[in-house]
T-cell receptor
């Protein structure tokens, strides 16, 4: 089944404790992206990647890092999480810029 | 000004009604347009792409007006299962990043 898989689905962590949210797609898509969704603010892009080793900042990149060492994986790294990074995170992938993105099921992160 | 703007609603309509959502975008260079559907706390799912000539998929019709920079979605014969938030999405200048509207909430009642 074609899908985008994110892990974990739920995570509660403490301020400053590094964490990684994994994202993997099995559709051989070139484009991958991370979004966060907050009440009243909608979906905002954090980082995106056009291909292996090619990444760029989105609208809200501060406090996040990404890497794209393989085509299928695009992990999101929070080196020192803070409470304002409590949010619902979605990973997404697309074949190209013309087709829409397929989203993962989301990761609900709480930083206390 | 946000790149993609939508009326947040909520739109409360009875079953069987026809409902229309509009969305405006600010970047005249945008090339790709989509409507997504999002159920509460779930991931957005692609409902349909929007083409310049307009397109229809069953009860759903999407229109694009490039001159006025707006996109519309028409839902005919609303079903209870259509209750969701509908997101208008436009690609960025680069074509790699999507800009999302904040969504329009629809509630279809019996």
């Amino acid at each position: 089944e074609a899908q985008v898989t994110q892990n974990p689905r739920y995570l509660i962590t403490v301020t400053g404790k590094k964490l990684t949210v994994t994202c993997s797609q099995n559709m051989n898509h070139e484009y991958m992206s991370w979004y966060r969704q907050d009440p009243g603010l909608g979906l905002r892009q954090i980082y995106y990647s056009m291909n292996v080793e090619v990444t760029d900042k989105g609208e809200v990149p501060e406090g996040y890092k990404v890497s794209r060492k393989e085509k299928r994986n695009f992990p999101l790294i929070l080196e020192s999480p803070s409470p304002n990074q409590t949010s619902l995170y979605f990973c997404a992938s697309s074949l190209d810029s013309v087709n829409g993105y397929t989203f993962g099921s989301g990761t609900r992160l709480t930083v206390v | 000004r946000k790149e993609v703007e939508q009326d947040p609603g909520p739109f409360n309509v009875p079953e069987g009604a026809t409902v229309a959502f509009n969305c405006t975008y600010s970047n005249s260079a945008s090339q790709s347009f989509f409507w997504y559907r999002q159920d509460c706390r779930k991931e957005p799912k692609l409902l349909m792409s929007v083409y310049s000539s307009g397109n229809e998929d069953g009860r759903f019709t999407a229109q694009l007006n490039r001159a006025s920079q707006y996109i519309s979605l028409l839902i005919r014969d609303s079903k209870l299962s259509d209750s969701a938030t509908y997101l208008c999405v436009v690609n960025s200048n680069s074509g790699y990043a999507l800009n999302f509207g904040k969504g329009t909430s629809l509630l279809v009642t019996p």
